[in-house]
């Protein structure tokens, strides 16, 4: 397996707090790597670097041998709607827009035209469990049924990577357990790495590797064997 994404030497720093000191870690194809650390550790910031919402203070990050952190914005923002995938705690889906069209929405903002987008959409509820729901808002979703129109939303664009921050912080354990299952299982198939920023040892049970971050530098774990 080859690296996907990698950063060398990442420093980050907000005012006097050291959030990044150093910082070596690569991820690779279909490798999913939990990144693990109590509060205000560093892993958050480096989920940021990596997936380019926040450049660092020194150091690079590459994907597939590309250079993320010296392309400019809307470059990057370019990068994150069609290279990446996001899963957040709370899904931060759209109340307003069905289920099927909050999965086409990184395919409609790409240029991809509504009909077509959702039609790719709609071939992502099957496997997820979610069929028969494509039409149904948020509102209308119990919260495991949110996050997994949110791992739909984050593969549809055929992503090299996703990352996931605390993707079952709001979820009870056994719904967490079957999110983390589908995450992981659909990332791996599709082809993707998966980095998943959580401090429940249940969640990074489910990855391949645990990077441990204190103190902005990493104890273990950040190249894979």
Same mark, same amino acid.
């Given at each position: ?8 030497? =990442? ?13 070596? /870690?690569?991820?690779?194809? *279909?490798? *999913?790597?939990? /990144? ?13 670097? =990596? ?11 590459? $994907? =597939?041998?590309? &250079?993320?952190?010296?392309? &400019? ?5 370019? $990068? ?12 931060? $889906?759209?109340?307003?827009?069905? !289920? ?6 990184? @395919?409609? #903002? ?17 496997? #997820? ?22 791992? !739909? ?17 709001? @979820? ?8 983390? &299952? @589908?995450?992981?299982? !659909? ?6 790495? @998966? /980095? ?22 990493? $104890? ?6």
């Amino acid at each position: 397996m080859n690296d996907v994404l990698v950063g060398r030497s =990442l420093t980050k720093r907000f005012g006097r707090t050291v959030a990044l000191d150093g910082v070596d /870690i690569a991820v690779r194809t *279909a490798e *999913a790597v939990a /990144i693990m650390g109590p509060s205000g550790s560093g892993k958050s910031t480096l989920l940021h670097c =990596l997936a380019g919402v926040t450049g660092p203070d020194s150091g690079e990050v590459h $994907l =597939l041998g590309r &250079r993320v952190d010296t392309m &400019r914005e809307r470059a990057r923002s370019a $990068l994150r709607r069609t290279r990446f995938g996001f899963v957040f705690q709370f899904g931060q $889906l759209l109340p307003e827009l069905p !289920a099927e069209e909050n999965v086409a929405l990184p @395919l409609m #903002l790409g240029g991809v035209p509504r009909r077509q987008a959702v039609r790719q959409a709609r071939e992502w509820f099957g496997p #997820l469990g979610l069929a028969g729901m494509e039409t149904r808002r948020p509102g209308e979703l119990s919260g495991g049924q949110a996050q997994r129109v949110a791992i !739909a939303r984050a593969l549809v664009t055929e992503p090299a990577v996703v990352f996931a921050d605390e993707p079952t912080g709001a @979820l009870d354990q056994t719904t967490g357990h079957e999110t983390m &299952r @589908l995450l992981t299982e !659909a990332t791996r198939h599709n082809g993707a790495c @998966l /980095i998943v920023v959580t401090h429940d040892p249940g969640v990074a049970a489910w990855c391949d590797r645990t990077v441990e971050v204190r103190d902005g530098r990493l $104890l273990t774990g950040g190249m894979a064997a």
